[in-house]
């Protein structure tokens, strides 16, 4: 099966050497990725379009790189298309019903031609003989040329020409590593979650960094969720996950920092520590999740005061952003609910935090904190490539990760449901209930304790992770199904 690749539009009208380092970019990151599923992909580019060619036209397969493809920085859209030799408009017309009849019953619809190369016809001449032709031999309402129900899509290039199958909406934005990297400040709530997405779709390699509050399941929580987005949307390169342990920090400032000043305080410590690390890392900026005034702390004074304390570069993707509208970015990019089950810890509250805070009071308040204190969080700050996340913690929890199911066990399927769908899941003989992973920490607890479960998910790791979570809240009768890891 083929599919044609579309150009995000500021990708078009970069200059000729920008847009080949572009292109060239997007077509590794494509090959990349679409691996995963088809390790024979064929991926070719031109000016304006990139072809992906699978291996063989396995519906299933089909619709896994159409899934994977929708989730690639830097593609406009994608086409499905079905590749014939142009032989003549009767041949088109002839494939157009075969391709089209069923769909267009009872609608409307129109042609729409784009042409590359030298013909003895015209876009136009194509659109009106084959909907001419659509509309005296389907079952078709009628064509409407303004607001149609069905679009029928001919790409002619030279000497043959696709007929569009299936279309599907790209992300947008940059190739993943066409930009320099940043260092991501990630708590797992809504705001950190989507600014990452928002770097990673403007092709901004995004590594993670998560400052431990107290608790290993909130870590585990918010590497769930970093390893989704990496999955998700950023596989075609490797990054870092950094845990610096922040406990002592937490302590430090609630003994000895005046209530008003905590807020600020802490976010000018994470920031130093941040930046510390993202320098070593030679990362070129920072990112944070704030929102103008959506708390305290970031108001613009607030804001201000603690960017003083670094020369870092701040990356704030939803500083003018509602909460409503970045909560409609979590439900798009399937992290709602999942961000919505993350256990919070609440470390630094005051009761009468300042929105209006002023230099020289926050230096003032800073001079009775132990910088020392910082300085140990920085040094002992755990840095773990993202792919090999569940190593960094299987020293405290211990997995048992099975290739076989024991009779009695039950499977949960913890993958996203739009992989369910694509690709459903059995094992002959055993049974199998889906819980996807957003709701496991909810659902689990629900279930019957004396039965033993299996998470399974396809790569692996989501399923170790949650299984850890699950452990950890003192759920011993859970462990992973890894059928291909024997």
């Known amino acids: ?30 090959r990349t990725i679409v691996r995963r599923v088809d390790e024979n992909i064929d991926v070719s580019g031109v000016w304006d379009h990139i072809e992906v060619t699978t291996s063989d036209d396995d519906e299933i397969l089909t619709t896994q790189v159409g899934d994977l493809l929708s989730h690639i920085p830097g593609i406009a859209y994608w086409l499905q298309v079905a590749s014939h030799p142009l032989i003549s408009l009767d041949d088109i017309l002839r494939k157009a019903l075969e391709a089209h009849a069923d769909a267009l019953a009872g609608k409307t619809f129109c042609v729409r031609c784009n042409r590359t190369g030298n013909h003895d016809f015209q876009s136009i001449d194509v659109e009106r003989f084959v909907g001419a032709g659509l509309n005296q031999g389907t079952g078709a309402r009628g064509v409407s040329l303004q607001q149609p129900e069905v679009t029928v899509r001919i790409d002619i290039r030279h000497d043959r020409y696709f007929m569009t199958q299936k279309r599907g909406k790209g992300l947008g934005g940059y190739p993943l590593g066409s930009q320099e990297p940043v260092l991501s400040l990630i708590s797992g709530g809504f705001d950190s979650t989507v600014s990452s997405f928002l770097t990673m779709k403007r092709g901004i390699r995004t590594h993670f960094c998560f400052f431990n509050l107290g ?43 005046d209530n008003s000043q905590m807020g600020v305080i802490l976010k000018r410590m994470m920031l130093q520590a941040a930046s510390q690390v993202a320098r070593e890392m030679e990362m070129a900026a920072l990112v944070t999740g704030e929102a103008i005034a959506q708390v305290a702390s970031q108001t613009l004074p607030n804001l201000a ?36 089950n993350i256990p919070e810890y609440c470390a630094v509250i005051s009761k009468n935090p300042t929105t209006r805070a002023r230099e020289e009071r926050v230096v003032a308040a800073e001079a009775c904190f132990n910088f ?6 920085i040094a002992e700050r755990r840095i773990v490539s993202i792919h090999d996340i569940i190593a960094d913690d299987l020293t405290r929890e ?5 290739h076989e199911v024991p009779p009695g066990d039950v499977i949960i399927d913890i993958r996203h449901p739009t992989e369910e769908e694509i690709k459903p899941f059995s094992v002959p003989g055993r049974e199998v209930v889906i819980i996807p992973f957003y709701q496991l920490r909810t659902r689990f607890p629900e279930l019957d304790r004396h039965r033993h479960y299996l998470l399974y998910c396809e790569r692996g790791v989501m399923s170790q992770l949650h299984a850890m979570h699950l452990r950890e809240e003192g759920h011993e009768n859970v462990g992973v199904f890894s059928p291909d890891a024997q």
């Open 305 to 340: 005061v603690i960017d003083s304390v670094s020369n870092a570069l701040v990356l704030r993707p939803l500083i003018t952003m509602d909460k409503q509208a970045i909560i409609n970015i979590a439900v798009d990019i399937g992290t709602e609910e999942f961000v919505r």
């Open 372 to 377: 020392a204190v910082l300085d140990q969080a």
């Open 1 to 30: 099966m083929k599919f044609i690749i579309k150009l995000f539009p500021e990708i078009i009208i970069k200059s000729t050497p920008v847009r080949k380092r572009f292109i060239k970019m997007l077509r590794k990151n494509i």
């Open 215 to 257: 608790g290993h399941a909130h870590e585990l929580a918010v590497k769930e969720v970093a390893f989704y987005l990496w999955n998700r949307f950023g596989s075609s390169h490797r990054v870092k996950f950094v845990t610096v342990p922040f406990e002592g920090v937490v302590e430090e400032i609630l003994t000895r920092v």
């Open 398 to 402: 211990e997995v048992d990760v099975v």
